[in-house]
């Protein structure tokens, strides 16, 4: 997941987001790379931004 984030800067990204289910574990894994929850589209998934 880092070496994927740098890549993404690497190549300009200034941003990068994704959606994810609450439910899912992965969510801790994202936080911890830096990743921020920036919106509950409803009540099942998260809009994430970094």
């Known amino acids: 997941m880092k070496g994927m984030i740098q890549l993404l800067?690497?190549?300009?990204y200034k941003q990068t987001s994704l959606s994810?289910?609450?439910v899912?574990?992965?969510?801790?894994v994202y936080r911890?790379?830096?990743f921020?929850?920036?919106?509950?589209?409803d009540k099942k998934d998260y809009?994430?931004?970094l």
Not at 24 to 28: L, P
């Open 9 to 12: 800067k690497n190549k300009g």
């Open 20 to 22: 994810v289910q609450k």
């Open 24 to 28: 899912n574990y992965v969510v801790r």
């Open 32 to 34: 911890k790379v830096g």
């Open 36 to 41: 921020e929850v920036i919106d509950e589209s």
């Open 47 to 49: 809009a994430n931004c």
